[in-house]
């Protein structure tokens, strides 16, 4: 879990923690801003409108100036800090000795004191943090109020002189004291998310009405937070703790089952975890490629659902987890993040692909520094709509040759060339948005991804497959808990799909097309859909012509082409001798099967079977059966020498998979109970036997 501060909450009687009841990662501060430290000044003038720059006289506090209430003296203080150009913090307080109550109250400049270090002994000091910027100089600015015996709130003292810079006029709504919103902005706000308006277009909206940036007071990475605000506001308490009790029932049938749920400063639950035994032991399959997706928000609090999907060896989509969130902030997705993590055991997925934004991305960075993370292409390509809708209008055919360039060049130099062409065509050197995302096209440009195993999990019949679970389902009148009962429900029925699949496949031969053994080598060991996109590929090599290039001892460099065209060549590289080759098009490096181009150069050599380093074992008949590794990066996943938590969770896993397969007949269930016989008598042994020692 994250190492944030955990807030004291108190929760209903008789909750247990599920896997994990988590605090606020916030450690205190505006709920709606988010971010970490002491709790910022709010700035309310009351005026209704838009925070903005301070048209009243400009006034500075004096030792002996008197206040109505503690909060007049916050909001005094807070105004003069603005047009001053400085952030305030609200520091420590004094309390009576008679009955505790506040009677003092201290408030700094933000830049007040000097940032803590760590004991170097301390044990988190070898996880990886993020860098945070220095923001202490130790400036000595600071008011005291006390109250006195009339119920006033006295300055007893004031500071006024900074050891540093005042920030400018046009950018003090930066500062984080000043960041906040008016009354009239929350309202907008909310009916807006009443309205289910997206948060992006939320801003566009109220930045249009503020007219300028700068009289808004808030800045675009808040509005998640502050659109929060409003869903927080109608979430029902009765609502949150059906979650909660379904998720013990859950968890009381199935120990394999895991939830978490974040709990903010006001004892409010926010976000919410949950996966299945059946998901978590699936991960340990498949979970060398995830796709982690942010969906609509089908429910009536609007709160976006959250999935990390991957896909099985019938190259259906299966889910490794799902949550609900407040907001898409993050601190919430670190939060998410770290959670899943622990539910699958701290195993890292070999790669990640995402949607391209700004939090998850840092968020990713953050949590997952060992795996290599990619932006959806078609995310990216659905924002170009958008952004160059005008370049679309006035070139009819930009957006169908953008698109090509994109998805259909193989290799990083023949997408570099064809950017060139496109460039010189449409000439757009004007537009920062396509300048941008050429910057870093490594993380999303399909070109330079062939080297990494995706195992197809961003093609089109995916993301249809999974928009398909919210069908008829859930509409934004739905509870979170008949969201959460009805997607469940829809999980069961796509483990029905799974098992039927599997039936198929063992019990239904797949049909071979061809003499080649290689054909029938791979209908045996493969799945059924697998196979056919197998046997694909092997019948379309028919069609290609293989010509030596090169050739050096055992090995033999080939140009590949399709018969009758010569626009197009892959270069395929053979070792007769240990029957290893590579393409240029690189599919079985990000797919996992062979291409058309190295299976006709086997055919070239004559190699008639099909090398058992070529078959992933997450494609095949078997592939949830035995010892796990991950066919691209050879991890082996299933450690026993791991923690308690650990092995007690993956006994948990397997004993599920034991249980499905052990009940499936009469005959298959004496066989389990007779197994299980031998294997607790083999454990009663040992333990025997560490107890004599």
């Not at 928000?297 to 990390?308: Q, S, T, V």
């Not at 989509?317 to 998410?336: C, H, P, Q, R, Y």
Request: net charge neutral; aromatic share 10%; proline share 3%.
């Amino acid at each position: 879990m994250d190492s944030g501060v955990r807030a004291a909450v108190v929760l209903p009687p008789g909750v247990v923690r599920g896997s994990a009841i988590a605090g606020n990662l916030n450690g205190g501060g505006d709920p709606r801003l988010g971010g970490a430290g002491d709790q910022p000044a709010e700035n309310q003038d009351g005026s209704g409108d838009f925070i903005g720059p301070d048209d009243g006289v400009t006034l500075e506090p004096y030792v002996g100036m008197e206040f109505d209430s503690e909060e007049a003296c916050k909001d005094f203080y807070n105004a003069y800090a603005r047009r001053t150009g400085f952030s305030v913090r609200i520091g420590s307080t004094s309390r009576s000795a008679r009955d505790r109550a506040i009677i003092g109250r201290y408030f700094y400049c933000s830049k007040e004191g000097f940032r803590q270090t760590k004991n170097k002994g301390d044990s988190q000091e070898n996880k990886k943090r993020r860098v945070r910027l220095v923001t202490r100089e130790g400036c000595p600015a600071k008011l005291v109020v006390r109250k006195d015996g009339s119920g006033k709130w006295v300055v007893r003292i004031f500071v006024k002189d900074h050891n540093h810079p005042m920030v400018l006029p046009n950018k003090v709504q930066y500062l984080r004291s000043h960041r906040s919103s008016s009354t009239t902005a929350q309202s907008l706000i909310d009916n807006c998310m009443e309205a289910g308006v997206d948060v992006n277009l939320m801003m566009a909206y109220l930045k249009k009405e503020a007219a300028r940036i700068t009289k808004l007071g808030i800045l675009e990475r808040d509005s998640g937070n502050l659109a929060s605000v409003a869903r927080s506001k109608v979430v029902e308490s009765e609502d949150a703790q059906a979650v909660l009790d379904y998720f013990k029932q859950m968890q009381a049938k199935n120990p394999g089952f895991f939830y978490a749920i974040q709990v903010n400063d006001e004892e409010c639950m926010t976000n919410f975890f949950w996966v299945d035994g059946r998901a978590r032991t699936a991960y340990k399959y498949f979970g060398d490629a995830v796709t982690f997706i942010m969906t609509h928000r089908p429910n009536k609090y609007k709160m976006p659902c959250a999935l990390f999907t991957g896909l099985n060896h019938h190259r259906q989509t299966v889910f490794f987890g799902s949550a609900l969130l407040l907001d898409e902030s993050e601190s919430s997705f670190v939060w998410l993040f770290n959670t899943w993590l622990e539910a699958m055991s701290g195993h890292q997925p070999f790669s990640l692909i995402t949607n391209q934004e700004h939090a998850l991305g840092a968020a990713v960075a953050r949590v997952f520094p060992e795996t290599r993370h990619f932006y959806s292409v078609g995310h990216i390509l659905k924002k170009a709509d958008e952004k160059l809708s005008q370049l679309y209008q006035t070139h009819k055919n930009f957006r169908e040759d953008l698109q090509k360039v994109i998805q259909t060049s193989e290799t990083v130099d023949e997408f570099e060339e064809c950017w060139r062409t496109l460039c010189d065509a449409y000439d757009f050197k004007e537009n920062q948005w396509i300048h941008s995302q050429y910057k870093i096209r490594h993380k999303w440009v399909p070109a330079y991804l062939r080297n990494t195993f995706f195992g197809d999990v961003s093609t089109t019949e995916r993301n249809d497959s999974i928009n398909s679970i919210f069908d008829g389902s859930a509409n934004v009148s739905t509870s979170l808990h008949d969201f959460i009962m009805q997607y469940d429900r829809s999980l069961e029925s796509r483990c029905e799909k799974e098992m039927h699949a599997d039936f198929e496949t063992n019990s239904m031969p797949a049909t071979v097309k061809t003499a080649w053994p290689l054909e029938k080598d791979a209908a045996e060991v493969y799945t059924k859909t697998v196979f056919r996109k197998f046997q694909e590929e092997l019948l379309g090599s028919l069609a290609y012509i293989a010509e030596v290039k090169e050739k050096d001892g055992t090995s033999t460099t080939y140009n590949v082409t399709k018969f009758g065209q010569k626009t197009r060549a892959h270069i395929v590289k053979l070792d007769a001798a240990n029957v290893r080759a590579t393409c240029t098009c690189q599919m079985f490096e990000y797919s996992g099967l062979l291409c058309r181009h190295v299976l006709i150069a086997f055919r070239m050599q004559n190699i008639l079977r099909l090398p058992s380093h070529y078959v992933l074992k997450r494609f095949t008949k078997n592939a949830k059966f035995g010892i796990v590794v991950d066919g691209s990066s050879g991890r082996l996943l299933v450690d026993c020498e791991e923690s308690f938590t650990f092995r007690f969770n993956d006994i948990c896993n397997l004993g599920i998979k034991f249980a499905e397969d052990g009940s499936a007949s009469a005959d298959l269930y004496r066989v389990a109970l007779h197994a299980l016989d031998r294997a607790f008598e083999d454990v009663a042994r040992m333990k025997m036997a560490q107890l004599s020692h």
